[in-house]
């Protein structure tokens, strides 16, 4: 039980784990980092750049957990190796994985989607957490258990012109999910939040406007999601409280239609 409340509160409790955020130093990824060190797991935040790791691992040890940074692009499995090492060295185990390192490109035309954005895209949504899944997950059943999160876009269900390489890696990730799911259970869950309009850095590339119209006439909670939003989501699956859970995909959109 969590020193903040009673068995409810408890199934959330992360004291003691371990848990390594992808994407971990900004917007949502920051979020769930802080959300999972409250909850008491010790953290291993990633991303391209170091110092902006660093920055949210002090963060997690002013809250009383331990921290470790590493940069890595992860969508190079010549870079998974190394960051999977680094965390074990360091901490001997992971019991939580979150995927969540993940982007698009802007295009005009889909023809102009050419060969090496198609990669990149895919590489950062569907070939990196597959591999860092399968490094992870071999270690989890090995060492007796852990949760996998994975956070894929409401794109992978609406996929839309202007999006299609990155919506369909997330449909991939959508069906990594399941199938890992299979080949890691009973010992290992993985589940999937897929999110949707979040005010991240992302958003500044959206017409605010147009996007804050549309959200008020046809999304049920008539909004875009604050980052911090996405921590409760994260933690259910993260926790015991999904202990029933697994090879779910769970909308967190703010109600699109
Ligand atoms: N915000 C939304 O509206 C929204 C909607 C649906 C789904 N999502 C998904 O939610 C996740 C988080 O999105 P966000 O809005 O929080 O994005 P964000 O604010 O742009 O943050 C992205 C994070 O990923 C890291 N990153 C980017 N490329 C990387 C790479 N190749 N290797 C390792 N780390 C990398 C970034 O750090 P560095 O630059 O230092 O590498 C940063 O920490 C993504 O998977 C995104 O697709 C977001």
């Known amino acids: 039980m969590s020193a903040s409340g009673g068995p409810a509160a408890g199934r959330f409790d992360l004291g003691g784990k371990v848990a390594l955020v992808t994407g971990g130093s900004r917007g949502l990824g920051r979020e769930m980092v802080l959300g999972l060190a409250e909850a008491g797991a010790d953290v291993v935040v990633v991303s391209r750049k170091l110092a902006a790791c660093e920055e949210v691992a002090a963060q997690v040890e002013a809250l009383g957990r331990r921290a470790l940074a590493v940069s890595a692009n992860v969508s190079r499995w010549d870079e998974l190796d190394g960051l999977v090492a680094a965390a074990y060295d360091h901490f001997g185990r992971v019991d939580v994985l979150v995927n969540n390192a993940g982007m698009s490109l802007l295009y005009g035309d889909l023809a102009e989607v050419d060969e090496a954005m198609w990669d990149k895209v895919v590489g950062l949504n569907l070939k990196g957490p597959f591999r860092l899944t399968a490094l992870v997950g071999r270690r989890m059943v090995a060492g007796g258990g852990g949760s996998i999160v994975n956070v894929s876009s409401t794109g992978s269900i609406r ?55 549309e959200a008020r006439h046809r999304h049920a909670l008539g909004r875009g999601g604050r980052p911090e939003e996405i921590v409760g989501a994260a933690l259910y699956f993260a926790s015991d409280a999904s202990s029933y859970t697994t090879g779910a995909v769970l909308r967190v959109d703010g109600g699109i239609p």
């Not at 202007?162 to 999910?177: E, I, V």
Request: a negative charge; proline letters at 9%; aromatic letters at 12%.
């Open 159 to 213: 996929p839309m012109p202007f999006m299609l390489p990155y919506d369909a890696a997330k449909a991939g990730l959508n069906a990594l999910t399941v199938g890992f799911a299979h080949a890691y259970g009973p010992t290992v869950r993985v589940n999937c939040i897929m999110a949707g309009p979040f005010l991240t850095d992302v958003s500044r590339a959206w017409d605010l406007e147009a996007f804050e119209r």
